[in-house]
Structure formats: structure tokens, C-alpha cells
């Protein structure tokens, strides 16, 4: 079972950047997919961005693309999370996830290891 642990998180003035690392251990190989998902208090979670381990290929959610990208780095088993032109409506928990290598899928229930989260303010 692969366990994930995220870094990178903080607190950035608007307009500003923060990357996200996501870092996987523990699993046989690093053949899943990666989603990321960000929630609020009181809210359901939201998937915002995942890559496919099959194929590489990605998918944003429409209030982060343009301004997150997503990448792998397999010889380190992370993924990383590119922010820029953040925004206030940014900031909640960051959470990242692992799941079948193939598919791109931004629902929760895709995903079978989930990090501990990592909180990420946006504010002047």
C-alpha cells in the first residue's frame, strides 16, 4: 500500500506561487495515477488536478486551469503541483491521492491512498 505525504504549503499573497510536492512511498512500483483535490471547511471535497500514470496525460478542473500544472517525477516518486496567480478562493486544505495508473478521474472515490493534507492560504 503506498503511503503519500505532501509539502509545499504556506501562506502567499495574492498573485502569488507555491508548488506542491507530493511524495509516494512504500508501494511495489509508482504505477498509479495522481489526482489532487483541495477542500474546505464545510465543504466536499473538490478534485482539482490528476495525471495519469499510463500515458501521462492530464486533467484540470476548470477553476484551476491555466494557472496549476501538474507533473511527475518517477526517479523521486513525487508529483508536483505548480500554483501561480493564486487567488483567495485558493486556499483550503491540499490533498493529494494515488489510484489506477489509468483513466483521469477528479472523484474521490477513483482513488485508494490519500495524503494527510497540507494547508495552503492565499491572502494580502
Known amino acids: 500500500q503506498v503511503q503519500l505525504v505532501e509539502s509545499g504549503g504556506g501562506l502567499v499573497q495574492p498573485g502569488g506561487s507555491l508548488t506542491l510536492s507530493c511524495v509516494a512511498t512504500?508501494?511495489?512500483?509508482?504505477?498509479?495515477?495522481i489526482g489532487w483535490f483541495r477542500q474546505t471547511p464545510g465543504k466536499e471535497r473538490e478534485g482539482i488536478a490528476c495525471?495519469?500514470?499510463?500515458?501521462?496525460?492530464?486533467y484540470y478542473a476548470p477553476s484551476v486551469r491555466g494557472r496549476f500544472t501538474l507533473s511527475r517525477d518517477y526517479a523521486e516518486n513525487t508529483a508536483r503541483l505548480q500554483m501561480d496567480g493564486l487567488k483567495p478562493e485558493d486556499t483550503a486544505a491540499y490533498f493529494c491521492?494515488?489510484?489506477?495508473?489509468?483513466?483521469?478521474?477528479?472523484?474521490?472515490?477513483?482513488?485508494?491512498?490519500w495524503g494527510q493534507g497540507i494547508q495552503v492560504s492565499v491572502s494580502s
Open positions: 491521492a494515488a489510484g489506477p495508473p489509468r483513466g483521469l478521474s477528479l472523484r474521490t472515490h477513483f482513488y485508494t491512498a
Open positions: 512504500g508501494g511495489t512500483s509508482n504505477d498509479y495515477s
Open positions: 495525471i495519469s500514470s499510463h500515458d501521462g496525460a492530464t
